[in-house]
């Protein structure tokens, strides 16, 4: 008897073996599913864009040791830097469909490196899953290989709509980008506070470069209005909240887009930020007060496993979703075929770590993009962290 309980463990642990190790192969000897990605690992944009580089890798880690897709086969990610630059984008579109064989993309990072790669994956038939760009153009332009997961400025506005009476916002300035990305953020902001009861005083703009904004909010100091709403990349937004700061403008400050990363700006801005407030897609420093809590919990062990900072969670969130909504369309295409999968992205219903992903047409008729209708939430920084706002924390 006692010799029988000895070998059955032995037996169980060698049967284990056996099954990892046939899986392990199978992964090897099937040719893997190709899936390419384009984001800024070099230049400007680096930071996030290896955030988001990140979480897909996360997401094709966590498939792999399932089994992969498609019977077996094992998911490789072709990764190309765009460099930050709109050029290069476009240059990395055309070399991973043509060279790299791939069938879908992710990408590309900021709103023109994302305009610029459109172009090519129309011309050659490749879906693009976008995961950052949030232009209003992306998904109007009647290119029907775009599926975007982030949103355009006027499904933030909605989003943040039901808080404007929270926050107490009755009078705003805008301080954006001067981007198409910032002046339809501006209006769509603008004609939503409008509605709501709220005046708006002035808009100010930013070129991208600019590193001085103290002209601007001299401007928006003589409006006395209770509200500046900032729109811009978080570089830009560390500069122009440290020198309203500065100027004491004294008054709430909103950031709006998930480009200002408020973990970054925790750390960039130090005693400027504190009290304010940030409009983004993603809380996943608070996963239990997300639609699908253990998916998020999940996904911030993995990374804080790896060793990866939290200021980059937000960004990893956006890598993590889009490739699993990649995957998402592959199981259901059946093929590594690019129009099967383009087909199959339109029938995609999951949860993602934020909140159901699935895609709505937007665009002229017959030539629609696919728009995934974003979960908004909004954080505060309190005390040099992120909390949630009271009004969300009581709830």
Request: proline letters at 6%.
């Given at each position: 008897m006692i010799q029988r309980w000895v070998v059955l463990p032995?037996?169980?642990?060698?049967?284990?073996?056996?099954?990892?190790?046939?899986?392990?192969?199978?992964?090897?000897?099937?040719p893997p599913v190709r899936v390419g990605v384009i984001q800024p690992l070099s230049g400007p944009a680096a930071t996030s864009g290896n955030y988001v580089r990140i979480g897909a890798e996360i997401a094709r880690d966590r498939l792999n040791a399932r089994g992969g897709v498609l019977g077996g086969r094992r998911l490789e990610l072709v990764i190309e830097d765009n460099k930050s630059d709109p050029a290069e984008t476009a240059s990395a579109a055309e070399k991973l469909i043509v060279r790299s064989k791939v069938r879908v993309i992710m990408g590309a990072g900021g709103d023109a490196m994302t305009l610029a790669a459109m172009p090519k994956i129309e011309e050659r038939g490749v879906p693009m899953v976008v995961e950052t760009s949030s232009g209003a153009s992306i998904t109007t332009r009647g290119n029907p290989w775009i599926f975007r997961l982030s949103p355009p400025p006027e499904m933030e506005a909605l989003g943040f709509e039901p808080h404007v009476g929270k926050l107490g916002v009755t009078s705003a300035d805008f301080l954006v980008v001067n981007t198409d990305r910032g002046r339809s953020t501006a209006t769509a902001f603008g004609d939503m506070l409008k509605q709501n009861g709220a005046t708006v005083g002035v808009t100010e703009f930013m070129e991208p470069s600019a590193t001085d904004m103290s002209a601007q909010l001299a401007k928006i100091r003589a409006t006395g209005s209770d509200t500046l709403f900032l729109a811009s990349g978080v570089e830009q937004i560390a500069l122009?909240?440290?020198q309203a700061h500065e100027q004491r403008l004294g008054r709430k400050i909103v950031t709006i887009g998930d480009g200002a990363s408020p973990t970054q700006i925790v750390k960039r801005v130090g005693a400027a930020a504190e009290g304010t407030y940030h409009i983004v897609c993603s809380i996943p420093w608070f996963p239990e007060a997300l639609p699908n809590p253990r998916i998020a919990r999940e996904f911030v062990d993995e990374w804080t496993k790896r060793g990866h900072p939290g200021e980059g969670l937000m960004e990893g969130v956006r890598g993590h979703d889009g490739m699993t909504t990649i995957i998402a369309a592959i199981k259901l295409a059946g093929k590594d075929d690019a129009r099967m999968i383009r087909d199959a992205l339109w029938r995609v219903y999951f949860g993602g770590?934020?909140?159901?992903?699935?895609?709505?047409?937007?665009?002229p008729s017959g030539k629609e993009s696919g728009q995934n209708p974003p979960s908004i939430f909004v954080v505060q920084i309190r005390d040099a962290k992120l909390a949630l706002p009271d009004f969300v924390a009581k709830k």
């Amino acid at each position: 008897m006692i010799q029988r309980w000895v070998v059955l463990p032995v037996l169980v642990a060698a049967v284990l073996l056996t099954a990892s190790a046939l899986v392990h192969a199978q992964l090897q000897v099937r040719p893997p599913v190709r899936v390419g990605v384009i984001q800024p690992l070099s230049g400007p944009a680096a930071t996030s864009g290896n955030y988001v580089r990140i979480g897909a890798e996360i997401a094709r880690d966590r498939l792999n040791a399932r089994g992969g897709v498609l019977g077996g086969r094992r998911l490789e990610l072709v990764i190309e830097d765009n460099k930050s630059d709109p050029a290069e984008t476009a240059s990395a579109a055309e070399k991973l469909i043509v060279r790299s064989k791939v069938r879908v993309i992710m990408g590309a990072g900021g709103d023109a490196m994302t305009l610029a790669a459109m172009p090519k994956i129309e011309e050659r038939g490749v879906p693009m899953v976008v995961e950052t760009s949030s232009g209003a153009s992306i998904t109007t332009r009647g290119n029907p290989w775009i599926f975007r997961l982030s949103p355009p400025p006027e499904m933030e506005a909605l989003g943040f709509e039901p808080h404007v009476g929270k926050l107490g916002v009755t009078s705003a300035d805008f301080l954006v980008v001067n981007t198409d990305r910032g002046r339809s953020t501006a209006t769509a902001f603008g004609d939503m506070l409008k509605q709501n009861g709220a005046t708006v005083g002035v808009t100010e703009f930013m070129e991208p470069s600019a590193t001085d904004m103290s002209a601007q909010l001299a401007k928006i100091r003589a409006t006395g209005s209770d509200t500046l709403f900032l729109a811009s990349g978080v570089e830009q937004i560390a500069l122009a909240m440290k020198q309203a700061h500065e100027q004491r403008l004294g008054r709430k400050i909103v950031t709006i887009g998930d480009g200002a990363s408020p973990t970054q700006i925790v750390k960039r801005v130090g005693a400027a930020a504190e009290g304010t407030y940030h409009i983004v897609c993603s809380i996943p420093w608070f996963p239990e007060a997300l639609p699908n809590p253990r998916i998020a919990r999940e996904f911030v062990d993995e990374w804080t496993k790896r060793g990866h900072p939290g200021e980059g969670l937000m960004e990893g969130v956006r890598g993590h979703d889009g490739m699993t909504t990649i995957i998402a369309a592959i199981k259901l295409a059946g093929k590594d075929d690019a129009r099967m999968i383009r087909d199959a992205l339109w029938r995609v219903y999951f949860g993602g770590i934020s909140g159901p992903i699935n895609f709505v047409k937007d665009g002229p008729s017959g030539k629609e993009s696919g728009q995934n209708p974003p979960s908004i939430f909004v954080v505060q920084i309190r005390d040099a962290k992120l909390a949630l706002p009271d009004f969300v924390a009581k709830k």
